[in-house]
């Protein structure tokens, strides 16, 4: 490319590695893509627009380059799914909004801030997958993504107020370590996959929890959890647990900060589930 803002385009391809690196304007890719795209990794410009074929497929294993801020995806039908591969820390947005199928996004380890704005479309089904490796609090960004899929490595916190249209958070937990949700909403389900040992505690907090009608709901759904495993409440009068697997969880963390404070456990589910230490 030359120093004013450069266009690229490339029609329809497969299995092929095109490069494009623009110069000192602002500069964009418009590519579309079918069976076989698996490589984005050149695709250099600070605006990369992808347009999928109906119901095809595609699975990056090689993400877009360090150069680009803005990734656009666009077409598909309701067959189809786009996977980003490892979202590079320079890009700055994944808009899926004009895309008909869903997304699943991967986001660099400890990379879940506010830096990375990631939009969902009309599907239900959209994803933001993350692995924390790094004990601090998070804030992830994002509008019509339904699904945040995390594997917690450390003691973490993710404040969900950023995240429009979420519906469902999966945590993976590893042996004793605390994963706490904070600011999650009444309709939204935080899901147990994985839990190490009876250390690893899931914590889950409401927005206010001054609020005296505050209400969670949790689903235990493995993966491998371990018997004991611990759910954490401070302060919700209903917690509701689903149980999509037949587990043992200990709710001994589960408590209220006044003896005229009532705690209401609700349990729903298909699965034989035993609670421990409930209040």
Request: charged share 15%.
């Amino acid at each position: 490319g030359g120093a004013l803002g450069d266009t690229f385009t490339i029609g329809s391809t497969g299995n092929v590695t095109h490069v494009t690196s623009g110069g000192a304007g602002t500069d964009t890719t418009n590519i579309s893509v079918t069976t076989g795209f698996v490589n984005a990794g050149s695709l250099d410009t600070e605006n990369v627009n992808v347009t999928v074929a109906a119901a095809v497929d595609p699975t990056l294993t090689t993400s877009f380059g360090t150069g680009v801020d803005n990734v656009t995806i666009l077409g598909g039908n309701e067959l189809s799914t786009f996977t980003t591969g490892t979202i590079v820390d320079a890009v700055k947005t994944v808009d899926a909004s004009g895309f008909a199928g869903n997304v699943s996004v991967t986001v660099a380890n400890d990379k879940l801030d506010s830096t990375l704005t990631v939009t969902g479309g009309p599907l239900a089904t959209d994803k933001i997958v993350n692995q924390i490796v790094s004990a601090a609090t998070y804030a992830p960004k994002s509008s019509g993504v339904e699904i945040l899929d995390l594997n917690l490595d450390e003691d973490i916190t993710v404040n969900l107020a950023g995240m429009t249209g979420l519906s469902r958070v999966e945590a993976d937990i590893v042996n004793s370590k605390t994963a706490t949700f904070s600011n999650v909403g009444h309709t939204q389900t935080v899901r147990l996959t994985d839990a190490g040992n009876t250390a690893s505690i899931l914590e889950v907090k409401p927005a206010d929890a001054t609020d005296l009608d505050n209400a969670v709901l949790i689903e235990i759904k493995g993966g491998t959890i371990a018997a004991g495993a611990k759910l954490k409440t401070t302060d919700v009068e209903t917690v509701t647990v689903k149980a999509s697997s037949a587990e043992t969880i200990d709710m001994s963390l589960a408590t209220m900060s006044s003896a005229t404070k009532v705690l209401t456990t609700n349990i729903t589910g298909t699965s034989a589930l035993t609670l421990s230490a409930t209040s």
